[in-house]
């Protein structure tokens, strides 16, 4: 015969494997990998979609360098990183993304690379005309930031290293709300 702790212990064994068996951390994990992929291809698709923008930013020389024709350039930027800011706000946070940081840098490179050459060739009255960019990536860096999670100060370290030769362009076309966001 058993004994009832013999019937006892093959019982909870039988229940503890039917516990661990239950899908819900696979689950979790899916839903991990889901976001991570969602926040890599929103930021993947976004720099596609900036760089005819910027392709046209960069044939303008001394003579189209004007505010009438950077004003919808920037304006079509603009449009294009709130659609991707508002996109990425719906997504939850926490996830974990290691490719995020460098797409973002990927991502302001494409913006300000082009729009630093056309303000060198445009003068300081064409600066003003870029303020623009300033918030819409100050809010794409503090949804991704956000996104991302993690320890907030190493992740600035991080995109700082990642930026180091833009900061100098952030600061030549006076975008302060973005210097505000990287400075914290």
């Known amino acids: 015969m058993f004994s009832f702790t013999k019937i006892a212990t093959l019982a909870a064994f039988a229940f503890s494997t039917l516990v ?9 994990v899916a839903d991990i990998e889901k ?4 926040v890599d291809s929103l930021l993947s698709a976004l720099n596609s979609q900036l760089q005819p923008m910027a392709s ?13 024709n950077v004003t919808p350039i920037v304006n079509d930027i603009t449009s294009a990183i709130q659609s991707t800011v508002s996109q990425l706000n719906a997504l939850p946070a926490g996830t974990d993304s290691s490719n995020a940081l460098s797409q973002l840098s990927t991502i302001m490179g494409t913006v300000l690379n082009p729009a630093n050459n056309v303000a ?5 009255s064409i600066i003003p005309f870029f303020s623009p960019l300033g918030a819409v990536l100050a809010a794409l860096v503090s949804v991704v930031l956000k996104l991302v ?3 907030l100060t190493t992740l600035l370290f991080t995109l700082l ?3 180091g030769p833009l900061l100098t362009i952030i600061i030549s076309l006076k975008l302060t709300v973005l210097l505000n966001v990287l400075i914290i």
């Open 56 to 68: 046209q930013l960069s044939v303008l020389d001394s003579q189209s360098a004007t505010g009438d």
């Open 149 to 151: 999670g993690g320890l």
């Open 20 to 28: 661990a068996a239950v899908p819900v951390a696979e689950h979790a």
């Open 161 to 163: 290293g990642l930026l």
């Open 35 to 38: 976001r991570a992929a969602s």
């Open 120 to 124: 060198n060739i445009g003068g300081a």
